[in-house]
């Protein structure tokens, strides 16, 4: 009962901030996103300052709660938008999520993954000492546990266990689901919307099945076994959205959902910049440098911790920005990996990889659905991201050891890639039943 408590802190400890920037569905789906940035960043200051504030992030948390109940403008914003109706697709968009979290709870069991146990789990551990031990700890050469990954999930893990200290580490694998589901719930919300306007509650609900499922059973199927990998995919992709879409755009969203993928992954920053420069040509000149700014200003925080506490960096895609000139030469170590995963130990993966990307882009280009440029943009976003993850295998430190690191890692880092074209493939799949169900073509573009 105690770790229900715990999930509670979780899920709904930031709503009033959540609130004052969105209505409730949108709110409720993004709150444990905000929680996790305040404990995130809750620590990162504490932990720069040597201040121990073992619940730092909470009472900080609490505190800007308090704030945004006293001032007269955010506590007005609340209330509006608390108030504002919640439509039926959106009710639909929520029942799913609680139902996907749900089932995926259940079956929760104690971490047996790698990533789980000596990444994730094993620094929010870490994370429990005082200041000094932990930079102590993360600077001690520990390949196998990834010390230089961003802090968002590890110090979001330490701050519950210090609610519960006597919690089973399954407590860590729930709160992970949790992120993961909500933050796809919140992808799923936004697509709903999208085509909303145009369909009945019930087929505007089927992209947002699709993300759901999708994104559940995608990374391996291992959402819920500690890894964070369908999290990072459902935070770009609602990123996106709110680029790209039609009278999506709420910053404060938008912008935590940002600075949550820099701190989330080592791959956050590069896959969140694809995303900001692919809105670019569409999106207001304003939002996008706001979006640049946030995805840089959170990343550099982290990158100025490792240099000041000394931390290695043990990625496997390091050294890609060094070998980029070996692509003009087809005689190269690149090309030769290049070959590899042609070959058809790898080739269908890989060609899959790429065939589910263009298809999307092709289908979506060729669609006269209102959605169409909206879901193209998606499918975009997810063959540039599959491109930059291959060039990390042709490129990165890890490619002579090729014969483990793809099979241990690309189904888990294609997850976004596969969720965006799954997006765009739904979107266009929803405007052909709608076209097919009315007789007509839809006209016009999106407003």
């Not at 509006?80 to 439509?87: E, F, I, Q, V």
């Not at 919140?186 to 609900?205: D, E, H």
């Not at 590069?270 to 207001?284: D, T």
């Amino acid at each position: 009962m105690t770790e229900v408590l715990a999930l509670l802190v979780l899920m709904f400890g930031a709503l009033p901030v959540a609130l004052t920037a969105s209505r409730f569905p949108e709110a409720i789906l993004l709150t444990p996103l905000v929680t996790s940035l305040t404990f995130a960043t809750s620590w990162l200051v504490a932990t720069h300052l040597n201040l121990a504030l073992h619940l730092g992030g909470l009472f900080v948390l609490v505190a800007v709660n308090l704030l945004v109940l006293v001032l007269p403008t955010s506590r007005g914003a609340l209330l509006d938008n608390l108030k504002a109706r919640t439509l039926p697709h959106e009710w639909g968009v929520l029942m799913l999520t609680v139902t996907v979290f749900g089932l995926l709870s259940i079956r929760t069991a104690p971490p047996t993954a790698w990533d789980a146990r000596y990444i994730w789990l094993a620094r929010g551990q870490w994370y429990l000492n005082d200041a000094e031990r932990v930079v102590e700890l993360l600077s001690t050469d520990r390949v196998w546990a990834h010390p230089g990954y961003p802090p968002l999930v590890p110090a979001t893990l330490s701050t519950l266990w210090r609610l519960l200290p006597n919690a089973d580490p399954t407590l860590g694998i729930t709160a992970i689901t949790l992120l993961s589901v909500s933050t796809l719930g919140l992808a799923a919300l936004l697509l709903a919307r999208l085509v909303s306007a145009r369909q009945t509650s019930g087929r505007a609900l089927l992209p947002s099945a699709t993300v759901l499922v999708v994104g559940s059973l995608g990374a391996d199927g291992l959402i819920n076994d500690g890894y964070v990998d369908a999290l990072l995919a459902g935070v770009l992709l609602a990123a996106v959205i709110m680029l790209v879409g039609p009278s999506q755009r709420n910053m404060p969203s938008l912008l935590t959902l940002l600075a949550c993928a820099a701190l989330l992954k080592q791959e956050g920053l590069i896959l969140g910049g694809i995303i900001v420069a692919l809105a670019l040509p569409i999106a207001p000149r304003r939002g996008v440098v706001s979006a640049a700014a946030t995805l840089i200003a959170a990343s550099m925080a982290w990158q100025v911790s490792l240099q000041r506490w000394d931390i290695p960096s043990t990625s496997d895609a390091a050294g890609v920005t060094s070998r980029i000139t070996e692509l003009v030469n087809p005689g190269s170590r690149a090309w030769s990996v290049v070959r590899e995963l042609l070959s058809p130990a790898y080739r269908s993966d890989v060609l899959g990889l790429l065939v589910l990307g263009v298809a999307s882009i092709v289908l979506a280009h060729l669609s006269s659905d209102r959605v169409a440029r909206t879901a193209t943009y998606i499918g975009i976003s997810g063959l540039l991201a599959s491109m930059t993850i291959l060039g990390g295998y042709v490129l990165g430190d890890s490619r002579d050891d090729l014969s483990w690191w793809f099979p241990a890692s690309f189904s888990r880092i294609s997850a976004f890639p596969v969720l965006a074209a799954s997006a765009s493939l739904a979107l266009i799949g929803v405007g052909f039943l709608n076209e097919r169900a009315t007789g007509t073509h839809p006209e016009g573009s999106e407003e």
